[in-house]
């Protein structure tokens, strides 16, 4: 029987070829995101996901300029100031009148400056006549809210909607307003300094006359407001970039500067930082780094721990955040239509139309099987790297919760397995959440409940760190409790997941004990936990560097050789960053290699750059050609210098993992991290000199 997709239980996200073949320009700030074309325009926009969006609804899906009636031309356009900016520079087009060019192209320069600071969006229009004669030009601002719920432009159907009211005409602007089902006014409100010439319901004009080199300016601000939320201060344009900029750059100055000799690792370092403030945002439930833009613009309980982990040698003041805020949200009651537990840890908060409506099950949604391990171990992780114990005894409440669910729902051996609650919620609840992300050899889908085997790893190591800082804190007899837990359940999981014929651990057991035979990266997690046996866990690692798990670009999540594997897939032979990071850590944390005499790295993993199959995009959807010999580590290729020594250098868990070239200094400029501020260890977690990174002794441990 061939299998469907619904809409409605999936939350898929429906492609749209058109969509993909026109670019997008994202800014974004908090609650709030905006996607333009090129031209720094919302073009009229239905299903396609461009607009201003805030809180989960779309409060612009139209925002377009016209110059005496026509598109200007598109010069350039660049996102400024580590993306807190984007400047977009057009000109005028030919105008015609019988056969004759009244107005010759590019006399009219039009330079447009945007900004978005909370719920509301900033621009500057700036335009210069650089012809020669008197030119009277009308400028026009066409504009137009639908307020459509986010989940609507993934795909979902309603049966009905709100109502639109008339928009209200005011001197200077116009004011546009929904009433939701949810009983939510939501409200648009686009004013302009100065007040506009012509004022209309869904556009406006400037008559602009200007002499040869004259130029004027016009101020176009947008904001987003509820109901039930307060309106937001106004801004300048100026004033609102540079509040976003001094935010940011106070978060940003907490991380550590590090510097190589390579400046393609230089600018992927430093944008990653910039990166990492451009999704952090202030909640009313605390600081948070969103997933990412724009789906997945809000609060996601692994993504956020995951992060955290990968951050915490640098900045552990992000881990701090993290889990302070999930400790706000966590699972008080038994709440099935969200799968809601006492002690789980929030899978995914949304704001909007449909969540608070309930036509979606995620306004607090809770159907994450490894959020919850997560947490107790980044927090037992942070106080290793931090000695922060007042942070410790802050969140032990909701670290002892978090350990009896796992308790609660773990089996006689143990496993710690789902199967939803919610009618809607997630089928598959790991970090692997697509509907045929969890199979078997021949292709059939696992059925429920689900144990995945990095989530008993997950258990393993939150059980084995916190029983560290439970020591610290005189807990001893409820620290021996856990180890007891730990070492019994890596006893029964190295027996009962392992794979002797592939050399790996099961993918997972289904819900009749049977294990999942398929290769896939999740072992890989389990390397990071240390739940492997050094001998498992050596299989494990040249299992996954074969041909049809590694392919260049990084580890796959399914082998090539699988029945469900498929290059272009979500989670079924796809390559994610943050898996090969984890895989990476793992990797470090069982194998030591010979250290270069130049080198004081705890060790060192070469990665077969020789054996790949991904780079080139015919080999990446045809398992097992071999380019071998050729450099296939796509960004670090030099042409001038040839293919990079390529090495993996992690420390053990929970680190950063970075790519470096063969005897690349990579240097640690601790001094940006403040006295007293929430990151003031930094500068002593990992020192970074002479080609090598130095951590201390409690870093370079070994599982044994």
């Given at each position: 029987m061939p299998e469907h997709v619904r809409l409605e239980e999936e939350y898929y996200l429906l492609a749209s070829a058109a969509a993909q073949r026109r670019p997008q320009v994202f800014l974004n700030h908090g609650h709030s995101f905006v996607i333009f074309d090129p031209a720094g325009d919302i073009p009229l926009a239905f299903r396609d996901a461009y607009g201003l969006f805030h809180r989960g609804t779309r409060f612009l899906h139209r925002y377009e300029l016209r110059l005496n009636g026509k598109l200007p031309l598109l010069l350039h356009t660049t996102t400024t100031h580590a993306g807190s900016g984007l400047v977009t520079h057009l000109s005028n087009a030919d105008e015609l009148c019988d056969g004759a060019v009244m107005l010759q192209r590019d006399m009219v320069a039009l330079r447009r400056d945007k900004t978005l600071l909370g719920a509301s969006l900033y621009e500057r229009l700036h335009v210069q006549n650089y012809g020669q004669e008197l030119l009277q030009l009308e400028l026009e601002v066409l504009f137009g809210a639908d307020f459509a719920d986010i989940f609507e432009l993934r795909g979902s159907q309603r049966a009905r909607r709100g109502e639109l009211a008339a928009p209200k005409l005011e001197r200077d602007g116009v004011r546009l307003r929904y009433h939701g089902l949810d009983g939510v006014w939501r409200e648009t409100v686009v004013k302009f300094i100065p007040a506009p010439s012509?004022?209309?319901?869904?556009?406006?004009?400037?008559?602009?006359?200007?002499?040869?080199?004259?130029?004027?300016?016009?101020?176009?601000?947008?904001?987003?407001?509820?109901?039930?939320?307060?309106?937001?201060?106004?801004?300048?344009?100026?004033?609102?970039?540079?509040?976003?900029?001094?935010?940011?750059?106070?978060?940003?100055?907490?991380?550590?500067?590090?510097?190589?000799?390579?400046?393609?690792?230089?600018?992927?370092?430093?944008?990653?930082?910039?990166?990492?403030?451009?999704?952090?945002?202030?909640?009313?439930?605390?600081?948070?780094?969103?997933?990412?833009?724009?789906?997945?613009?809000?609060?996601?309980?692994?993504?956020?721990?995951?992060?955290?982990?990968?951050?915490?040698?640098?900045?552990?003041?992000?881990?701090?955040?993290?889990?302070?805020?999930?400790?706000?949200?966590?699972?008080?009651?038994?709440?099935?239509?969200?799968?809601?537990?006492?002690?789980?840890?929030?899978?995914?908060?949304?704001?909007?139309?449909?969540?608070?409506?309930?036509?979606?099950?995620?306004?607090?949604?809770?159907?994450?099987?490894?959020?919850?391990?997560?947490?107790?171990?980044?927090?037992?992780?942070?106080?290793?790297?931090?000695?922060?114990?007042?942070?410790?005894?802050?969140?032990?409440?909701?670290?002892?919760?978090?350990?009896?669910?796992?308790?609660?729902?773990?089996?006689?051996?143990?496993?710690?397995?789902?199967?939803?609650?919610?009618?809607?919620?997630?089928?598959?609840?790991?970090?692997?959440?697509?509907?045929?992300?969890?199979?078997?050899?021949?292709?059939?889908?696992?059925?429920?409940?689900?144990?995945?085997?990095?989530?008993?790893?997950?258990?393993?190591?939150?059980?084995?760190?916190?029983?560290?800082?439970?020591?610290?804190?005189?807990?001893?007899?409820?620290?021996?409790?856990?180890?007891?837990?730990?070492?019994?359940?890596?006893?029964?999981?190295?027996?009962?997941f392992w794979l002797p014929e592939e050399g790996t651990f099961a993918l997972a057991l289904d819900g009749h004990y049977q294990p999942c035979r398929v290769v896939s990266s999740n072992p890989g997690h389990c390397l990071f936990a240390g739940i492997a046996h050094p001998a498992q866990a050596r299989q494990v690692v040249a299992r996954l560097m074969e041909d049809d798990m590694f392919c260049g670009w990084g580890v796959r999540t399914l082998s090539a050789k699988a029945r469900r594997y498929n290059p272009m897939s979500y989670h079924n032979g796809s390559v994610w960053p943050h898996d090969n990071a984890i895989i990476a850590a793992g990797f470090a944390r069982y194998v030591r290699q010979p250290r270069p005499a130049n080198s004081s790295l705890p060790y060192l993993i070469p990665v077969k750059v020789w054996k790949s199959s991904a780079c080139r995009s015919s080999s990446a959807v045809s398992p097992g050609n071999s380019s071998r010999g050729q450099s296939r580590t796509p960004w670090l290729a030099n042409r001038r210098r040839g293919p990079p020594a390529v090495s993996f250098c992690c420390s053990r868990p929970p680190s950063a993992c970075v790519l470096t070239r063969g005897n690349g200094g990579l240097r640690s400029h601790a001094s940006r991290c403040r006295p007293g501020s929430v990151n003031s260890r930094c500068a002593g977690s990992k020192l970074v000199t002479g080609g090598s990174i130095s951590t201390s002794s409690a870093d370079a441990g070994v599982p044994q």
């Open positions: 012509r004022l209309g319901a869904t556009n406006v004009g400037f008559e602009l006359n200007l002499a040869p080199g004259e130029d004027t300016a016009i101020e176009v601000q947008v904001t987003c407001s509820t109901s039930a939320t307060p309106s937001p201060p106004a801004h300048t344009f100026a004033s609102a970039l540079t509040t976003v900029l001094a935010e940011r750059e106070h978060w940003r100055v907490q991380f550590p500067v590090l510097s190589s000799d390579h400046e393609g690792l230089n600018a992927w370092l430093e944008r990653s930082v910039h990166d990492l403030a451009l999704l952090r945002a202030e909640t009313e439930y605390g600081a948070y780094v969103y997933a990412g833009i724009p789906w997945f613009a809000t609060i996601f309980g692994r993504d956020g721990l995951l992060t955290s982990f990968e951050t915490l040698g640098l900045s552990p003041g992000l881990a701090a955040e993290t889990l302070r805020t999930l400790a706000t949200l966590q699972g008080k009651d038994y709440v099935s239509e969200r799968d809601e537990e006492p002690g789980k840890i929030i899978h995914e908060l949304r704001d909007g139309e449909m969540a608070a409506t309930g036509e979606i099950p995620f306004a607090r949604y809770y159907g994450s099987v490894d959020a919850t391990p997560l947490f107790v171990w980044l927090l037992g992780e942070y106080a290793e790297r931090t000695a922060d114990l007042a942070l410790v005894r802050e969140l032990w409440p909701a670290a002892l919760a978090a350990v009896a669910w796992m308790d609660t729902v773990a089996d006689a051996n143990g496993y710690i397995a789902y199967a939803r609650h919610a009618s809607r919620g997630l089928i598959n609840q790991g970090w692997k959440d697509s509907h045929d992300a969890v199979m078997h050899a021949d292709g059939t889908l696992a059925e429920p409940p689900i144990a995945l085997a990095e989530v008993q790893a997950y258990a393993y190591a939150a059980r084995r760190s916190l029983a560290r800082v439970a020591r610290r804190l005189n807990c001893t007899e409820q620290a021996a409790t856990w180890e007891g837990q730990a070492d019994r359940l890596a006893q029964q999981f190295q027996r009962d």
